[in-house]
């Protein structure tokens, strides 16, 4: 089992940039989430997903951020402008309904 | 409304010390539990959960927690801490289909 996949796994950009992160779940995972972590604020739901429909947008922070979830196998975290401030680590996890939760590795984006 | 709260933000132990972090959650409906660990600089992995039945679960790398319902508590204990259990450890509750995350508690073994 490869476990939830994320790409890239670093990413450096510049402010007003189009930043694109992406997940694939866990083959059978019918839940995908994605977490933003920071020092300052610690781990945030951004969104979570159930059967492809997002279910929860309330954690995004501005409309500065879209997630999409085109199939059962594939989703994108897109910020456009970046800002500094969204430099974080940003997690993908996949899980059945209300089930545990594994993560992937995470992308670490840096906005300068 | 769902909540998590973890009371010790830092603890510092020495190698062989017994470790106790405390976990409160809050929420009404049937309560599903989590200790997740995150090493530094990885991504958070579970290290044991209550759905139902005993309320003492086992987890990995010798961790244990008890699901204590008249206390809202799922405290995490480890009767001997190894340097490398160094990390950040985070409390969650289930709620309808996604967890909630307690601050974390950094977990610093001194050898």
């Known amino acids: 089992d490869a476990g939830v996949i994320q790409s890239p796994r670093h990413e450096v950009t510049e402010m007003g940039q189009e930043v694109t992160l992406r997940c694939k779940p866990i083959?059978?995972?019918?839940?995908l989430f994605w977490y933003r972590q920071t020092m300052m604020r610690g781990l945030e739901l951004l969104i979570y997903?159930?059967?492809?429909?997002?279910?929860?947008d309330s954690g995004m922070p501005e409309d500065r951020f879209s997630a999409k979830m085109p199939n059962a196998s594939f989703s994108t975290l897109k910020i456009q402008p970046s800002e500094p401030r969204d430099s974080a680590v940003y997690f993908c996890?996949?899980?059945?309904?209300?089930?545990?939760?594994?993560f992937g590795p995470g992308t670490r984006l840096t906005v300068t | 409304a769902q909540s998590v709260s973890q009371h010790n933000h830092h603890v510092i132990l020495s190698e062989a010390a017994s470790l106790e972090l405390g976990c409160n959650y809050s929420?009404?409906?049937?309560?599903?539990l989590f200790w997740y660990v995150q090493y530094p600089g990885q991504h958070l992995q579970l290290l044991l959960k209550?759905?139902?039945?005993?309320?003492l679960v086992k987890g990995i790398k010798g961790f244990e927690a008890e699901f204590i319902k008249s206390k809202f508590s799922f405290n995490l204990r480890k009767p001997s801490v190894q340097w490398s259990d160094t990390a950040e450890y985070f409390c969650?509750?289930?709620?309808?289909?996604?967890?909630?995350f307690g601050t974390g508690t950094r977990l610093t073994v001194i050898p």
């Open positions: 996890a996949s899980s059945v309904t209300r089930g545990e939760q594994y």
């Open positions: 083959s059978g995972h019918n839940s």
């Open positions: 997903f159930n059967n492809n429909v997002p279910i929860d």
């Open positions: 929420y009404g409906g049937t309560v599903n």
């Open positions: 209550y759905f139902s039945g005993d309320p």
């Open positions: 969650a509750v289930m709620g309808a289909n996604n967890l909630f």
